[in-house]
């Protein structure tokens, strides 16, 4: 398989609706999570001077990240490290100086949403539902 159709594969798999990735949570079955670190570590690996030759994965993998904070930005602070959680955003920091317009657009709003989710979840009162995310949170911060 082709790394463009790898990436594609993946995008469509952690930011689509095909699995519902909360039953696999509550079943404690952390395969969504393993496949989410996999593919985040794929693009955290990637010399960014390679990925930028390669236009169209780049703008793939930028989106990828941007959606998968869209959609499970809970799961960073719930099942990752905090030094996996920075080499993701130092990818992203770096994609901000990227030449297409389009991933640096989809790093800052990548940025953005991670932003807007610490500071909103800094400021949050701590619930026993809620208790370890928060947590977390203030950790990382």
């Not at 390679?50 to 869209?70: C, D, F, G, P």
């Not at 800094?122 to 990382?140: D, G, Q, W």
């Amino acid at each position: 398989m082709h790394l463009k159709q790898i990436y594609h594969l993946f995008q469509n798999v952690l930011a689509g609706s095909y699995v519902n990735f909360a039953i696999c949570e509550y079943y404690n079955d952390s395969i969504f999570t393993i496949t989410s670190k996999q593919v985040l570590s794929s693009i955290i690996e990637c010399n960014s001077q390679e990925l930028r030759s390669y236009a169209k994965v780049n703008r793939r993998a930028h989106t990828l990240i941007l959606q998968y904070m869209q959609d499970h930005i809970k799961v960073l602070f719930l099942k990752f490290e905090p030094n996996f959680i920075e080499q993701i955003l130092m990818v992203l920091l770096n994609a901000m100086s990227d030449p297409l317009f389009e991933v640096q657009t989809d790093s800052v709003g990548a940025l953005n949403i991670f932003n807007e989710f610490v500071h909103e979840h800094i400021n949050m009162k701590s619930t026993p539902k809620h208790a370890e995310l928060i947590h977390n949170v203030r950790s990382f911060f």
